[in-house]
């Protein structure tokens, strides 16, 4: 098994509908990410959670908001859906301190029509 | 504020020549630094890091990376590239804190036969 699963690996979606996706991890690390990966930017942080306490905003959270229901699973929402929210989005898992590796998932592809 | 500039979005080299994909960045405290690679319709899988150790940084499938702080880059070399080479490379970036890891746009690399 994956040790950072994330559901669905595709979705299409219409304008105005709210979704969810949903990402858990097997590793036992405090620390998760919702990235947002676009053809030729990279990835993009939209939200990180040290712990289960703690949710920070990344640098493109506006119209996404984040719910960490345990030290293992991470969800992302889109509270209403737009066209320019489709892209490849990435959960990941790192543990504690500095310079760690963080782990990916397989990604969620969404299409906003 | 950390930022990473990955020079080239494509790269094309023959099987068997030297690959060396370019990354610099951009930090005002020393920082970890990363490669991630990532194959067609999967996640990001980590090929090596510097975390202050060793200026030259071995990873997975030959691939190596020097840390050069006079020229704030870690570029990522490989002495002959393989079919199964064929990738998107992201170079990235953490604080000595924390684990927010900030991309670069990413490489694709394109390798003839």
């Known amino acids: 098994d994956a040790d950072v699963t994330q559901t669905p690996r595709n979705r299409i979606t219409k304008t105005g509908k709210r979704i969810m996706l949903e990402c858990s991890q097997t590793k036992g690390h405090d620390r998760m990410y919702w990235y947002r990966q676009d053809p030729g930017l990279g990835l993009r942080l939209i939200y990180y959670s040290f712990d289960v306490k703690d949710i920070n905003k990344g640098e493109i959270s506006d119209g996404y908001s984040v719910s960490r229901q345990a030290q293992a699973k991470f969800s992302l929402s889109l509270e209403s859906a737009i066209p320019n929210q489709t892209a490849l989005y990435f959960c990941?898992?790192?543990?504690?301190?500095?310079?760690?590796?963080?782990?990916f998932g397989q990604g969620t592809r969404l299409t906003v029509v | 504020a950390q930022s990473v500039t990955q020079l080239g979005s494509h790269v094309s080299v023959s099987e068997g020549a030297l690959v060396l994909l370019r990354c610099n960045y951009s930090s005002s405290v020393p920082p970890y630094l990363f490669w991630y690679v990532q194959y067609p319709n999967q996640g990001l899988q980590l090929l090596l890091k510097y975390t202050s150790a060793a200026t030259l940084v071995k990873g997975i499938n030959g691939f190596e990376a020097e840390f050069k702080k006079s020229e704030t880059s870690f570029h990522l070399t490989k002495p002959s590239a393989h079919m199964s080479d064929a990738a998107e490379y992201f170079c990235a970036v953490s604080p000595p804190v924390g684990n927010k890891l900030v991309f670069g746009a990413g490489t694709i690399l394109r390798v003839k036969s």
């Open positions: 990941a898992t790192a543990p504690g301190g500095g310079g760690t590796e963080a782990f």
